[in-house]
Structure formats: structure tokens, C-alpha cells
Nanobody, 119 residues
């Protein structure tokens, strides 16, 4: 499974960015998809997840500001980030929990996209 991310960049505090991540390969179905982030010198933390049915879960620090969504037909997950803060600066990674055509389960990560918020 290949995961390709896009949409990171530099934005001023209070601004918005939208991240996208598309999965491709021998995918039968994708269950959960999510976004995680890792700031310099820190561990990778959950930002938001979404199930195939649309149930979402958010880190407390982003509730009310970030929105995760997905397009199952395109195997794509999005992260709309509004009211960005300096502390949102990190490398953002997408993840997909999938079932492949040979019925093996797979957990795959994107390459990461940098989000930098200037104060």
C-alpha cells in the first residue's frame, strides 16, 4: 500500500490548511484512517481518526478547529485545519488500516508533510 500526502506548508497563526492523503495498491477495503503529528524532539501523537462509517475521534488540542473527513471511493482522507496555532507546527503523517486482496491486514503510513505555523 502506498500513501501519498499533500497540502502542508507555511501559514500564519489563525490561518487554515487542508491536508490530503490517498492510499493505493492491492486494497480490498480500508477501515480506519487517521492523521498523526510529530514535533521536533517529541513523540508522534494522534490528531484525528475516522472509521469507514464516518465515526471520528480527535485529540483534545484540536477539537473545534480541525475536521477529518474521507472519500471511501477515492481511498482518501482529508484534514481541514482552521485557526492554526504555533503549537500545531509539526510533521503530519496519515495512516490507513486496510485489508488487502490476499486478506492480509496492513497498517501503512504516509511520508509526512510539514506544517509550519508562524506566530
Amino acid at each position: 500500500v502506498q500513501m501519498v500526502e499533500s497540502g502542508g506548508g507555511l501559514v500564519q497563526a489563525g490561518g487554515s490548511l487542508r491536508l490530503s492523503c490517498t492510499a493505493s495498491g492491492s486494497i480490498l477495503s480500508i477501515n480506519a484512517m487517521g492523521w498523526y503529528r510529530q514535533a521536533p524532539g517529541k513523540q508522534r501523537d494522534l490528531v484525528a481518526t475516522i472509521t469507514r462509517g464516518g465515526n471520528t475521534n480527535y485529540a483534545d488540542s484540536v477539537k473545534g478547529r480541525f475536521t477529518i473527513s474521507r472519500d471511501n471511493a477515492k481511498n482518501t482522507v482529508y484534514l481541514q485545519m482552521n485557526s492554526l496555532k504555533f503549537e500545531d507546527t509539526a510533521v503530519y503523517y496519515c495512516n490507513a488500516e486496510s485489508l488487502q486482496y490476499d486478506l492480509r491486514k496492513s497498517s501503512d503510513w504516509g511520508q509526512g508533510t510539514q506544517v509550519t505555523v508562524s506566530s
